[in-house]
C-alpha cells in the first residue's frame, strides 16, 4: 500500500514522524518479500541447473534495497546475484550471460506452477540481442502484491572474501583491462556495495529510504519517461552529505540532512565524489584508470566497489535538479532555526604537495572549489616568498600547465592528489618549461634578454646535467647558446625540450 500522506506538504521537524509511519517496512511487507527471495534462490539452487552441471552456481546473493537495508513499505527492488562456477573471468560473463538468462527464463516459466506463485517476464528493448539480467514481476495467487525481480548471473571476482578487507588490486586491474561498457560488471561486486550501505548507521538508513522515496513518488512519476539518474547514485550522494555534513554522526536532524541532499542535486554540476577505500591510487593501472575517470563531464559518482560505474554519466540530473529545487521551496524544507544546516562541500578535500626548488616539499588540504589565490596566501606565508608566485603542475603523460590565481583546481579537472610547483618570479623575468626525454618537466625564472647559455646554467645549478651536454629544442629546432630568448620568440610559459648529449 502506498503512503497517502505528501511528503511536500510535511513539516521539516516531522519528518522522522513521516518514515517511521510511511515508509519502515512492516511485518507483513517484509515476511512476503523473504517469502519471494526464498522460492526464487530455492529455484536457482534446486530446480534451475539441475541437468547442466557445468553451469552450477556457486552462490547467490541477494542485492537492491531489500539486500543493504534500504526497502521502502511499498516498493522493492529484489536484485538476485547469481555467481556461476562456468564464469571464470569478465570475459566469459560477457560471452556466456546472454543464453544464460534465456535458459533461466525458459526453465523460470516451465516450473512457475511449483512456485505457487504467477511469473510475468519483462520484454526489454533489445533483450534478445545481448541481456544482462532477467526481469519479471511475481505475484503469489492469494494476494494482490506483486514484486518485481531481477536475476543477474555475475563472474565471482571476489571470490572467498571478507567484506571488511581490501581486495587485491589485481581484481581492479583485471576489471579495468576488460570493460568495454562503463560499469557492465557491477554484480560481480554486489557483496561489497550491499556492504557499503548496509553498515550505515539506522537514522542514515532512514534518511537513504526518505530520499528515495522522493526519488520514487516525486521525480520518477512527474518524469516517467525520462533517463533519470538510478537510486543507487542518490543512495552514495545521501551516505557523502552525511558524512561531510556530520563528520560520520549517528545523531542528526533528518530536516538537515535531506534539505542538504536537495542542495547537493541543485548544484550536480559541481558534484565529484568518491570513495578511495576498497580501490585506491597506490596501483598504477587503477590511479591512471581513476584519474581519468575524475576529468570526466560533472556529476561524477564513482561507485565505492567499482571505478568503472560512473553512476553521474548521460543521465537526466538536470530534471533531478529541476525537482529539487522545487522540493527547497516545500513545508518539508523548513526547519526549526534555519540558520543551522550542513556544510557539504560538492567534492573532497585533496592533497597537494608543494614543491620548490631547494627546499622541502610539504603538503596542504585544498578544496578544489577554491579559488587558486587562497592555496598561493598559504604558500607565501609558508615559502616567505616576496616576488611574483607562479604555480604549475603536470599530469602523468601530460605537459606542465601554469595555474591562474583566479581558477580553482576544479576548473583544471583536478580532483585528486597532486604536485605543484611553486616558482618565485622578479619583473621582467617570465617562467619557461623545461622538459626532458622522460617527460619530466620543471619551470625556471629567466629575463627574456638572457642568452640560451644562461638557461643552461640555471639548469646545471638546478640539479640538470652540466652546460656542455646539454641541448636545448624549441618547435623542432635546436638553440645556440649565443641566442637571446626573446630574439627566439620564447614567451611566458613556453616548454623547451632538454636532450642531454652523450
Known sequence: MEPFQDLYETPG???DAFIEQNLQPQRD???????????????????????????????????????????????????????????????DQAQLQGCIIRFIEAKLVYCSESLAYNITVVQH?????????????????KSSEAFRVNVL????????????????????????????????????????QRHFVKSCPTKLKSLLRLVKHWYMQNLKRKYRREALPPKYALELLTIFAWEMGTDKSENFNMDEGFVAVMELLRDYKDICIYWAKLYDFQNEIVRNFIKQQLKEYRPIILDPTDPT???????????????AVYCLQQACRRTEDPRQGWHVQRARDIQVTVKRTGQEAWTLAVDPYWPIWKMETEMKRRCALHGEQRLSFQEPGGRRQPLSSQRTLADYRIFSKVSVRVLETFPPEI???????????????????????????????????????????????????????ADLQIKDCDTIMLIRRS
Open 29 to 91: 511487507w517484509k515476511k512476503q518479500v523473504k517469502d519471494v527471495v526464498q522460492r526464487i534462490v530455492q529455484f536457482l539452487q534446486n530446480q534451475c541447473f539441475h541437468d547442466k552441471l557445468h553451469w552450477d552456481q556457486v552462490k547467490v546473493l541477494k542485492g537492491g534495497s531489500s539486500g543493504k537495508g534500504t526497502m521502502l513499505n511499498y516498493s522493492s527492488d529484489l536484485d538476485l546475484v547469481l555467481f556461476l562456477s562456468c564464469f571464470s573471468s569478465f570475459q
Open 309 to 323: 560505474n560512473n553512476l553521474g554519466r548521460e543521465k537526466r540530473w538536470d530534471v533531478a535538479a529541476q525537482e
Open 153 to 192: 548471473p555475475a563472474f565471482d571476482a571476489l571470490g572467498h572474501f571478507c567484506p571488511d578487507s581490501k581486495p587485491a588490486p589485481e581484481i581492479y586491474e583485471n576489471l579495468i583491462t576488460n570493460t568495454s561498457r562503463p560499469g557492465e560488471f557491477w554484480p560481480s561486486f554486489t557483496e561489497l
Open 431 to 485: 617562467q619557461v618549461f623545461i622538459e626532458d626525454c622522460g617527460g619530466q618537466n620543471r619551470p625556471y625564472a629567466i629575463d627574456p634578454d638572457a642568452s640560451i647559455y644562461d638557461l643552461k646554467e640555471k639548469i646545471e645549478e638546478a640539479g640538470g646535467p652540466r652546460v656542455e651536454y646539454q641541448i636545448l629544442e624549441f618547435q623542432d629546432r635546436e638553440l645556440w647558446d649565443h641566442r637571446r630568448l
Open 125 to 141: 528493448r533489445e533483450r534478445a540481442k545481448s541481456p544482462r539480467s532477467l526481469s519479471f514481476w511475481i505475484q503469489s495467487r
Open 13 to 15: 521537524d516531522r519528518l
